[in-house]
């Protein structure tokens, strides 16, 4: 079977059966029609949800399909309304004793209007705060039969699922692009219930028991006495905790490399982090690790590129997610499994598969791919659906079940003890984005925000008075859960680990020595800049200890960084064979849903700016224009960014389709951007733009007299691209962008 083939059919079919021949457009439009000049004063039904949004499956609190339109829970009534249904004259004037007397405590609609309003917040949550979410549905391979018998993994069956991405220290406030892991939670509707994949783009973790879960993320959040600083693990508290609890030196490392800072959720790795365990239909247990691959492949951010993101657009990864679904350009990624032998050790070439620090290179256990998931429709309203979406490790499926590492333990605990609070009870599951696709009976009753309208009289088992129901699923029931069977070996009660959790280095070191001399340069660069935020110099040098352990270049190099002498490693250094898949550099990946500028002279030649928009479109990426002014320029060729709006981090490659001069804006006072150095002749703002675009490594193209930017930059080498027309050169730098950047402008000294 080629894999690779039946991805791309399997992603094309959801794509056509979503958009058939519908016309892309560029996203952003916050309504689903323009409004009108003039207040709307004409009563009329509630507007649609945009085309690119849908919602939980209308299904009831005990999991039965009603055959309702998705937007049969949005607003109905035409007219403003009570909670209670009640029509409203006024909801501008509180109800006085007289026009300028005091409002009277009579005015039930005040009440409800304030008191609701007084409600609306719910505790954010711990970790993961800041979040997106998106629909989506998973297409099973089959290939994974032979070890596993979940249904939904079975070829060509459809499963629909909601995916919510992350950071993790930051508040709901925070920025997007801050160094940080990222959460990646999967929550499955399959027809045995809901299967939650609750990982993060980083494979491993920063402690080997739950116990700890609280300590390091203590550490890692703001200081408790300044409630500073804020989404950044650049300061005292964090660096105090990793350099003592060397464990979580191999996550730490992760998180200093390029992929604390992805470019998009669409370009970034999930993983499940644990090992599972999982049977097939022949009662026959592997363990298992999940990982979720990108089909655009994986990408990150430069510094500079998440320093400027976070100021100009701190929203930056929630709204490519839109804006990429609502244009067509829909994320899909692969789910895989490393598979390995469930035997009594739990071990697999030497590495322990219960130790959540620790991975298993891809050389050694292939990930075989088992399904695609393509992310298909954008929430209809974000509390109800990304606030509220609960996930829960515990959440299994027939066939997958949990393993004894002692992190996913604790998890198995606390995911659903958090919700009880955030959602205000124990009925969580009930919320329309929590309810499974299948029918339920629980015998469980009552308490808050209770939905379902329990009938019987008997919610216990065994009971006569219900005729018996619910009955349990015996052995002859097909698609019951149970635990499966595994021997616990026989033990006392301590409080310890096992030797093989002892070694916190030599796979910190795999991971450096993967990594390309490029990706060593910005880990350096991590490092240097974190721990010269912090203040006291004893954990600067605690981490130096850690960093001689790990590697003597990578100490000696933030040594230097921070002027404090390298000290000598206290172990051997193990030398590990480099694996090639942690690496980020060296392949090359589809162009779709990249972002391409479109520098235009409105003085200049236009011709092909229409026809060069069409073919970004056709190829899959969305083309935004950008002119000195808004509106429309030439002949009704429309304006969507100016020089004063446009930053670089925005577009994965430009194109320069003139040379423009300075606008009446490009004024210093009104643009700060506008004092950039550079020529007289050509607006400051698009010199910027190109001179950071040159820095970041990415594509630029240029044809007609667009080339007088890049001679008067002298910008020329890899991924700059001139040519005699604009498909020439778009051909050019969309070739560029397969590698994601070109990387030879970076000079690594290392």
């Known amino acids: 079977m080629d894999l690779k083939q039946l991805a791309k059919e399997t992603f094309d079919r959801v794509v056509h059966g979503l958009t058939g021949d519908a016309e892309r457009a560029i996203p952003g439009a916050p309504g689903v029609a323009p409004p009108s000049l003039a207040e709307p004063t004409e009563p009329r039904e ?31 009534e035409t007219f403003l309304t009570t909670s209670a249904g009640v029509r409203l004259r006024d909801t501008d004037h509180s109800l006085k004793a007289g026009e300028r007397g005091p409002t009277l405590l009579q005015d039930h609609h005040l009440r409800e209007k304030i008191t609701h309003f007084d409600h609306e917040r719910i505790p954010e949550r711990v970790v993961h705060a800041r979040g997106a979410g998106a ?19 079975r070829e060509g069956v459809e499963t629909p699922t909601f995916v919510r991405f992350s950071t993790v220290l930051g508040s709901r406030g925070s920025a997007d692009t801050v160094r940080d892991t990222r959460g990646f939670a999967t929550k499955f509707y399959t027809d045995e219930g809901n299967f939650d994949l609750v990982g993060n783009n980083i494979p491993v973790f920063f402690i080997q028991d739950g116990i700890k879960f609280p ?11 300044r409630e500073i600083p804020q989404a950044q693990s650049a300061h005292d508290t964090f660096w105090d905790f990793v350099s003592l609890h060397t464990e979580a030196q191999h996550h730490t490392m992760w998180n200093m490399s390029d992929r604390g800072i992805p470019r998009s959720y669409r370009m970034m790795e999930g993983f499940g982090v644990h090992t599972f365990r999982v049977e097939n239909a022949a009662g026959e247990t592997s363990l298992v690790k999940f990982h979720w691959k990108p089909r655009l492949g994986v990408h990150s951010l430069t510094w500079e590129e ?34 390995f032998p469930d035997n009594p050790e739990q071990m697999f070439d030497g590495i322990d598969l219960l130790d959540p620090t620790k991975i298993v290179p891809e050389e050694l256990a292939p990930v075989q791919p088992v399904g695609l998931m393509v992310l298909t429709a954008n929430p209809t309203n974000f509390f109800a659906e990304t606030e509220q979406v609960a996930f829960h490790v515990g959440h299994l499926v027939p066939g997958i079940d949990a393993t004894d590492d002692p992190l996913v333990q604790a998890r198995l605990f606390s995911y659903v003890d958090t919700q009880l609070t955030r959602l205000g009870g124990p009925n969580f599951n009930q919320l329309p984005v929590n309810r499974p696709h299948t029918e339920v009976n629980d015998m469980l009753r009552d308490g808050f925000h209770q939905h379902a309208v329990h009938a019987g009289v008997a919610p216990y088992r065994p009971n006569s008075l219900d005729g018996g129901c619910p009955f349990h699923a015996g052995a002859d029931v097909e698609g019951a859960f149970e635990h499966l069977a595994v021997r616990v070996a026989e033990g006392t009660k301590v409080r310890a680990q096992p030797a093989s959790y002892d070694d916190h280095f030599s796979q910190v070191r795999l991971f450096w020595k993967s990594m390309t001399p490029v990706e060593q340069e910005h880990i350096i660069r991590a490092y240097t800049f974190e721990l010269g935020k912090c203040y006291e110099q004893t954990i600067k040098e605690r981490q130096l ?16 960084g921070l ?19 942690l690496s980020q550099v060296g392949e090359t990946w589809p162009s779709d849903g990249r972002i391409v500028g479109i520098v235009v002279d409105p003085d200049g030649d236009l011709s092909g700016v229409d026809a060069i928009s069409t ?3 056709e190829a899959g990426m969305m083309p935004l224009v950008i002119a000195p002014h808004g509106g429309t320029v030439g002949d009704g060729i429309t304006v969507q960014r100016t020089f004063a709006t446009a930053r670089s981090v925005e577009f994965d490659a430009v194109l320069l389709a003139g ?10 006072l009104r643009d700060e951007k506008a004092g950039a150095a550079g020529t007289t002749t050509i607006d400051p703002r698009v010199v910027l733009l190109v001179e950071e675009c040159f820095r970041q490594a990415k594509a630029i193209g240029a044809w007609g007299a667009g080339a007088a930017v890049l001679d008067a930059l002298g910008a020329d080498g890899l991924g700059i691209v001139r040519g005699e027309n604009g498909a020439e050169v778009l051909a050019g730098v969309q070739e560029a962008m397969a590698l994601h950047r070109a990387w030879d402008r970076f000079a690594p000294a290392v």
């Open 563 to 581: 002027g404090l002498p390298a000290p000598s490693p206290t172990i051997e250094l193990a030398e590990p064979v480099p694996s090639p898949a």
């Open 306 to 339: 998440a320093q400027i993101a976070a100021g100009v657009d701190p929203d930056f990864h929630r709204r490519d997610l839109y804006d990429a679904i609502e244009a067509g350009a829909f994320p899909a990624w692969e789910l895989g499994l490393q598979v």
């Open 46 to 76: 509630p507007l649609p949800p945009k085309p690119d949004q849908s919602a939980p499956a209308t299904r009831t609190a005990t999991g039965v399909e009603t055959g309702a339109p998705l937007t049969a829970r949005a607003q109905q």
């Open 545 to 560: 200890e850690c960093l001689a352990n790990i590697d003597p270049v990578l100490c000696a190099e933030v040594a230097t």
């Open 659 to 668: 040379a423009p001069v300075p606008a009446p804006d490009a004024l210093p």
């Open 615 to 617: 073919t970004i479109f």
């Open 135 to 153: 629909h989506g549905v998973f297409v099973g391979y089959g290939t994974a039969d032979a070890v596993c018998r979940a249904t939904f993994l």
């Open 215 to 225: 300590d390091v993320i203590h550490a890692g959040k703001p200081h408790p006495d």
